[in-house]
């Protein structure tokens, strides 16, 4: 894929995670519940780990300044950037063909675990203790019931969208670049 249409789409996966993450989004004061790991999977599964990370610490840091909820707090920006650079080492793919169906499907899934348990469950929590003065343990069971709850749906929405937009996807965005 040419680098202007990396940018181009990349703009608008950034555009609709900022979208998803600051007006389509659950909030409770210890917990927040969205759809923003579709923009990501999608970024990472089309563009790859740097621009996941790009696209994901961006719009932290464009969130933070115009909607922002809270004191700015870098913990967070670490946590999205890793949330990127995880699904787009493990769902990237550089060729259509690159994985297979059932290789994919356990990449969504090691990839929705990991983020799971290792940045939202862990990192997230931790970063909400420091900024709330609550207790780790304290905020620990109900954000991991939360997040439990999350990972069938997170890996059947992944799963799903990215099968709908694959073919139309493969035949504007990749099978042009021979036409130009």
Same mark, same amino acid.
């Given at each position: 894929?040419?680098k202007n249409?990396k940018i181009i789409l #990349?703009a608008?996966?950034? #555009?609709? $995670? =900022?979208?998803?993450s600051r007006f &389509?989004?659950?909030s409770t004061p =210890?917990m927040k519940?969205s759809?923003? &790991?579709v923009?990501i #999977?999608?970024c990472?599964?089309?563009?790859?780990?740097?621009w996941?990370?790009?696209?994901t610490v961006?719009?932290?840091?464009?969130g933070?300044t115009l &909607?922002?909820?809270?004191? &700015?707090?870098i913990?967070?920006?670490i946590?999205?950037?890793l949330t990127?650079?995880?699904?787009? /080492?493990? $769902?990237?793919?550089k060729e259509p063909?690159?994985?297979? %169906?059932?290789q994919?499907?356990?990449?969504?899934i090691?990839?929705v675990?990991l983020?799971?348990?290792?940045i939202?469950t862990g990192? %997230?929590?931790?970063?909400?203790?420091?900024?709330?003065?609550?207790?780790?343990?304290?905020?620990l069971l109900?954000?991991?019931t939360k997040? /439990?709850?999350?990972?069938? =749906?997170?890996?059947?929405v992944?799963?799903?969208?990215e099968?709908?937009?694959?073919?139309?996807f %493969?035949k504007?965005i990749?099978?042009?670049?021979n036409?130009?």
């Open positions: 894929m040419r249409k #990349a608008i996966l950034l #555009a609709l $995670l =900022i979208i998803l &389509f989004i659950i =210890i519940i759809f923003t &790991f923009a #999977a999608l990472a599964t089309w563009l790859g780990p740097k996941a990370v790009l696209i961006v719009e932290d840091l464009i933070a &909607f922002p909820s809270g004191s &700015f707090f913990g967070y920006t946590s999205a950037g990127g650079l995880i699904y787009g /080492l493990l $769902l990237y793919k063909d690159s994985l297979t %169906n059932k994919y499907i356990i990449r969504v090691i990839a675990l983020v799971t348990f290792v939202h990192l %997230n929590t931790l970063w909400t203790s420091i900024t709330s003065g609550k207790a780790f343990m304290v905020l109900p954000r991991l997040q /439990l709850i999350m990972i069938p =749906i997170q890996i059947i992944i799963l799903f969208i099968k709908l937009l694959r073919k139309p %493969n504007y990749r099978s042009s670049d036409d130009d």
